[in-house]
């Protein structure tokens, strides 16, 4: 089945710095999107980006289907920005297949 | 997202006991989701639904039944619980106009 590999796995920053995290599937896909793990478990959408760019205040992404990969840009990080980051893609099935996360701490 | 709901959040329960989680969703949408996560890793999907006659098996599904009893409502039992279903699980609908997926809350499950 499809590969999901997310760098780097662990990452800390401390408050405003930029941060850059990467999605690599190793099959093309339809969908890919990423989600945000808060401290208390919850997901929440980010992007639904199966190809080029998207931005949503602080937060943009880029996905490069045919390199078959992806990249989620954090920008002047908060404490707030802290917790799991996930990308999913969906290949020929309605399954999301998930990557392991990157997890992020921002510290003030 | 507060228009996919779970219950309970929490639940603490013991081996060999029946167990049902529910959700429901005022998105509208057709296709259902739960997925369970375990600590570290990313979610596993345990079973799907394109509509209420229309459920499928997920890479996890065994252990686990389900039960879709209308558009709103997609339920997810464990027959007889065992320790090594401890896990945060999810329910997700999709909307297929975006193919985006959206989450309720998680259920935390502990089986002692």
């Known amino acids: 089945g499809i590969q999901v590999e997310q760098s780097p796995p662990d990452l800390i920053l401390q408050e405003g710095a930029n941060s850059t995290l990467r999605c690599n599937f190793s099959d093309s896909v339809n969908n890919l999107q990423w989600f945000h793990q808060n401290p208390w478990g919850q997901l929440i959408n980010l992007f639904y980006i199966p190809s080029g760019t998207k931005q949503n205040g602080r937060l943009s992404a880029t996905t490069v289907a045919t390199e078959r990969y992806s990249l989620l840009y954090i920008s002047s990080s908060q404490t707030t920005d802290s917790g799991v980051y996930f990308c999913a893609v969906i290949r020929d099935t309605d399954k999301l297949i998930f990557g392991t996360g990157t997890r992020l701490q921002v510290f003030p | 997202d507060a228009d996919v709901t779970q219950t309970p959040r929490n639940r603490i329960t013991k081996t060999g006991k029946r167990i049902m989680l529910e959700c429901s969703q005022t998105?509208?949408?057709?296709?259902m989701y739960w997925y369970r996560q375990d600590p570290g890793l990313g979610l596993r999907l345990i079973y799907y639904s394109f509509d209420v006659k229309d459920i499928n098996k997920g890479e996890i599904s065994d252990g686990y039944s389900v039960s879709r009893q209308a558009q709103a409502k997609f339920s997810l039992s464990l027959e007889s619980a065992i320790p090594n279903q401890t896990a945060l699980y999810f329910c997700a609908t999709r909307d297929d106009g975006t193919d985006t997926q959206y989450f309720g809350p998680g259920t935390r499950l502990t089986v002692l």
């Open positions: 998105k509208g949408h057709d296709r």
